[in-house]
């Protein structure tokens, strides 16, 4: 049991490593996303190690978004449309550089998918300044 369980905690801290590592390559460049990545990152964390996951809870540019979505399951409306504007770009930069129009094609078929999931989570409710 303990040996399982070891292994187990290593494989969901790769993972978490991996997706973080994914999520700010993201950040730079387009076609990558980076929420999707950083919310799995701190899903995994969660599972492997609790200084990682706390890390990433107190980030001042990943926190919020993950504090937000593991109360509520939300993406800000700001997020998504971040998320929408870099998918375009990609599908145009991907139909203007891809060898054969299909490929870019599967992958602007696989963004539109990500993007219709995206725009169907709820998005948080606004927060009135405290006077």
Known sequence: MGAVHHVKRWMWLLLANVALGLGILGVFLPGLPTTPFVLLAAYAAARGSKRLHAWMLAHRSFGPMIREWQATGAVTRRAKWWATGMM???????????????????????????????WRRP??????PEA
């Open 88 to 118: 375009a770009l990609s599908a145009v930069i991907m139909f203007a550089t891809a060898p054969k129009w299909w490929m870019a094609g599967i992958g602007t078929a696989i963004m539109a998918i990500t993007g219709t999931w995206l």
């Open 123 to 128: 998005e948080p409710p606004l927060r009135r």
